[in-house]
Structures are given as C-alpha cells and as structure tokens.
C-alpha cells in the first residue's frame, strides 16, 4: 500500500481550474464559427461575381443590387452598404469588401472580428 505522500495526481480544483480555461476557449470559438461561416459566404458572392457575363455594363448601384440579392439569399446580415466599395473603369470592376463582424460573449463583451473580401473582374 502507497502512504499519502507517494500519491500524486490531480485533485478536484486542479481539475477546474484546468477545465475553465478550456470551456472559456471552446465557448469563445462556438460563438465565432457562425461569423467565419458567414465570411465564406461572403467570398462566395464576390467570387460568384466572376460569372456574371455583362457586368462592366452595370452600373455601380445595379452591381450593389445584385450583390444585395445574393446577401439575402445566403442570409448575411453583417454587410452593410457602407461596407462595399465598387470601382469601375474601361478594362475592369472591382470590388472590395471590408467588414466587421461583432460576437457577443457575456453581457457587456464582444468579440470584433474583420473581414476582407476582394475581386477584380476584366
């Protein structure tokens, strides 16, 4: 039989002391997936404007539109208007998305998380 001084391991607060941290970080990283999947959508609509055949004949607001149409299809609500910036010349179009997006945590904590989204069309 081993007497109390050769024994060692963990004891009940160590372990919660252990686990705190570790459930603070999963519940930080839970609440951040949705605004990271969000973003990916956010790519896809740019990147989906690539397709678009006619759209250096577009005007600015007519591409805004459009990019509106797709948010709302994907339900993105993080994007606002003036989060878009749409520059157009001759040879090509561009468009450059910069966006926060705001977690909430606990009462009074967010978490801010930016984005840039990018892509020029010829």
């Known amino acids: 039989m081993y007497s109390a001084k050769n024994q060692a391991g963990l004891t009940f607060i160590g372990i919660v002391l252990l686990l705190i941290p570790i459930g603070m970080l999963a519940y930080i990283i839970a609440m951040a997936i949705p605004a990271y999947i969000e973003s990916y959508s956010v790519g896809d609509v740019v990147n989906s404007l690539k397709k678009e055949v006619d759209l250096k004949d577009k005007s600015k607001e007519e591409i ?59």
């Open 64 to 122: 805004y539109k459009l990019i509106q149409k797709r948010f709302e299809v994907n339900d993105i609500h993080s994007v606002e208007k003036g989060d878009i910036k749409i520059q157009k010349t001759p040879a090509e179009v561009s468009v450059v998305i910069d966006y926060e997006a705001r977690v909430p945590l606990f009462s009074n904590a967010a978490l801010a998380l930016s984005f840039h989204k990018s892509a020029v069309m010829r």
